[in-house]
């Protein structure tokens, strides 16, 4: 495999490819993220245009699947699906059928009708519902009333009150769907990040890619550095967008139980083979707790995580070895 893959490198030498190169971009905005693409291209031209494709494709998925955007597909059935059954495209049923196979494998710690509650935080103008708000739309949450109908392909909810959003798992979709355009464009080594999600394809030959992950609170520090070919990493931290207030710390992700911000750890990074599996089992851990986390990651197949706790400690799952103090 390695001969082989040296072979192929010198074979590139000494061909006009010899200028293949690394062509790399970064974007800020799309998704309210930032967006990262580098390819390993022939030419500049192919991998500028790979490129390209890849974030005209990440405004698309923004466009249909933000809860902001009040004409975006999921803003229609978070306005309709509670009156009737919602026709939506193959894409948006796909990721609401694995977005419930989440919620299955985190015994509901992962939940889009999160949203039933999350949708009345803003956490960049520190606003937050009361507890009154609270106790009467949490009833709204639960995974079970996202009825879907395969053969009509439609969506429906089970009871007034439900929101959805994919925002847990909408980076990750849209880092897949990045890398799918590569390798469609016959691309077999790069990265697409957006935000907390990134997916590599293939290695810097011979060598891993080597992925930070940043300390809770001190954003230079690195407390791992993870070598990675062929996977995709997410990571979820209560640093990303939060207020504080009175000592107690408001961010984005939501206990589905209580409406309120899930704090059992400071962060949770997820590697695996899909950036939306990996999206998608970050935020278990804020949920459940480290312990429980990791016993349900040591489960899955393909799944490694490694968590960090409020009193500093970090935990990995048994497919990782701590690294020597
Ligand atoms: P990012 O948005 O940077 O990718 P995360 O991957 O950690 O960050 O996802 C956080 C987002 O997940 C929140 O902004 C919200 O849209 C969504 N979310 C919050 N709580 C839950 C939950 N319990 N289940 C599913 N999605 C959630
Ligand atoms: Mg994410």
Known sequence: MRTALAAGVALLLLTPAARAEWVERVEDGIMGTRIAVEVWADTKEQGNAAIEAVLADMRRIDREMSTYKPDSEVSKVNAEAAKHPVKISRELFDLLTQALEYSRLTEGAFDVTYASVGYMYDFRKHVRPDETQIEKALPGINYRHVILDANAQTVKFAREGVRIDLGGIGKGHAVDSGIRILQQRGFSHGVVTAGGDSRIIGDRFGQPWVVGIRHPDRKEEVIARIPLEDA??????????????????????IDPKTGQSASKVRSATVIGPTATRTDGLSKTAFVLGAEKAIEIYNRLEGIDAIVVKPDGQVLYTKGLMAPQP
């Open 232 to 253: 995709a990493i997410s990571t979820s931290g209560d640093y990303e967008r939060y207020f504080d207030e009175k000592g107690v710390r408001y961010h984005h992700i």
